[in-house]
């Protein structure tokens, strides 16, 4: 597919979607949004694709919402039309990542603020270079946090630094989100895509049925009692022992060399 705000690719099962409005630090479009659901849905769909890095061209991973662009809307008077009031696209393009079969990952690589922060936080890892950022700035414009900002830090942080983040509104440094657990991993800004592309190789050689499970399940089981919990992992490990990936890894434990999951 052809795009105009991403770049779009994919090497050895990784698809790279790179937010590319650097001129604007990469501030989210009408255009960008609707092209990062179809990125999503794109990956999801292609049995190739077995990992996600989500990154930003440029110096800046992603600015939020382009305040410009929103500036004119209201002087123009313009308003959404109903169906994006009532389902907006960021929503879609949050549930294709989070419920999506296949590791995500965040490269960020710059700031990210307001909505950038969030789809940050909608992966399921994020690796950051030092000179990252991260905001939950929608309050300096008197608006509220969206693209799951209120659902994924909370989880992440705890409720007190998620409210004091969310109402500040001010940006921390990368090693702060490192204490946080905001972020897995910092490392140099050159380093970055090496290290974010190495993880997601390690993933997408995976098995993809029991990464797949691994997912659901750990996304299934935060909302959970224990005992709900147990029995998705016993239904997921049904599915899982019962694969020829399983076969394969068993067999090439006792052979003692790599083995090779081909998904079946």
């Not at 389902?87 to 995500?104: C, E, G, T």
């Not at 603020?113 to 789809?119: D, K």
């Not at 950051?128 to 608006?143: E, N, P, Q």
């Not at 299934?220 to 990936?245: K, V, Y």
């Amino acid at each position: 597919m052809s795009y105009e705000h991403i770049l779009y690719s994919v090497e050895d099962g990784v698809a790279t979607v790179t937010l590319n409005r650097p001129e604007r630090l990469n501030a989210l479009t009408p255009t960008m949004r609707r092209e990062l659901h179809e990125a999503a849905v794109e990956s999801e769909d292609n049995p190739d694709v077995r990992a996600v890095v989500i990154t930003g061209a440029g110096r800046g991973f992603c600015s939020g919402g382009d305040v410009k662009a929103m500036q004119e809307a209201n002087e123009k008077r313009q308003s959404n039309p109903l169906e994006e009031r009532m389902a907006p696209i960021r929503d879609r393009v949050l549930l294709a990542i989070h419920q999506s079969s296949k590791p995500y990952i965040a490269a960020v690589n710059g700031p990210a603020a307001g909505a950038g922060f969030s789809i940050a936080l909608g992966c399921d890892i994020r690796v950051a270079a030092s000179s990252a950022r991260f905001g939950m700035t929608f309050s300096r414009r008197g608006l509220h946090p969206d693209w799951g900002g209120t659902y994924f830090l909370p989880r992440i942080v705890g409720t007190a630094k998620a409210a004091e983040l969310i109402w500040s509104g001010n940006m921390i440094e990368a090693d702060e989100a490192l204490e946080l657990g905001i972020v897995s991993y910092l490392t140099e800004p050159e380093d970055l895509m090496a290290r974010a592309t190495t993880m997601a190789r390690n993933f997408a050689a995976g098995p993809p049925i029991a990464t797949r499970m691994a997912k659901r399940a750990i996304n299934h089981n935060m909302e959970c009692s224990l005992r709900e919990a147990l029995e998705f992992e016993t239904f997921a490990q049904n599915i899982c022992a019962g694969t020829a990936d399983a076969k394969e890894g068993i067999k090439a434990f006792n052979e003692k060399r790599e083995p090779v999951f081909t998904g079946e």
